[in-house]
């Protein structure tokens, strides 16, 4: 049995409710789909599968820097790698590798891959052998 969706737009809800619509608002297009759930408004898509959102990378000086933090995480320490250009799933799967690497967890944060604990010295090998011209910032 296959699902019906039901679409409703902003132009169709005011016409049910007996409201007129001004230009913009009649351009407005599908606001809230069954099926996928919330639409992005600007491309239409579903908000997962937006890419109008999705920010392009910085070009940068082409250095990845390889920090050591602790402000704000109750003196336990984190390993930030800033500067890598890539984004999105490249991204992603980048900070996987390096996280399955050192065998602990992280997480991306604006562009920034933060790994738990101290593994400068790791991580700065294996991205000298990706090809990346990595160097350690900071103490």
Same mark, same amino acid.
């Given at each position: 049995?296959?699902?019906?969706?039901?679409?409703?737009?902003?132009?169709?809800?005011?016409?049910?409710?007996?409201?007129?619509?001004?230009?913009?608002?009649?351009?407005?297009?599908?606001?809230?789909?069954?099926?996928?759930?919330?639409?992005?408004?600007?491309?239409?898509?579903?908000?997962? !599968?937006?890419?109008? #959102? +999705?920010?392009?990378?910085?070009? =940068?000086?082409? @250095?990845?820097? $390889?920090?050591?933090?602790?402000?704000?995480?109750?003196?336990?320490?984190?390993?930030?790698?800033?500067?890598?250009?890539?984004?999105?799933?490249?991204?992603?799967?980048? !900070?996987?590798?390096? #996280? +399955?690497?050192?065998?602990?967890? =992280?997480?991306? @944060?604006?562009? $920034?891959?933060?790994?738990?604990?101290?593994?400068?010295?790791?991580?700065?090998?294996?991205?000298?052998?990706?090809?990346?011209?990595?160097?350690?910032?900071?103490?």
């Amino acid at each position: 049995m296959s699902q019906k969706s039901k679409f409703m737009s902003l132009t169709d809800l005011k016409k049910s409710m007996g409201v007129e619509d001004t230009p913009s608002e009649a351009e407005s297009g599908v606001v809230y789909s069954t099926v996928q759930g919330k639409t992005c408004p600007d491309c239409g898509k579903p908000v997962k !599968a937006c890419t109008c #959102k +999705q920010s392009n990378t910085a070009p =940068g000086d082409g @250095k990845v820097r $390889i920090s050591r933090e602790t402000k704000g995480r109750k003196g336990k320490g984190v390993t930030l790698i800033s500067g890598i250009p890539l984004a999105g799933e490249d991204l992603k799967n980048l !900070a996987k590798s390096l #996280k +399955q690497k050192c065998g602990v967890g =992280g997480t991306i @944060k604006d562009g $920034i891959i933060e790994i738990q604990g101290d593994h400068r010295n790791l991580l700065l090998q294996e991205l000298t052998r990706l090809g990346y011209n990595a160097k350690k910032s900071g103490g």
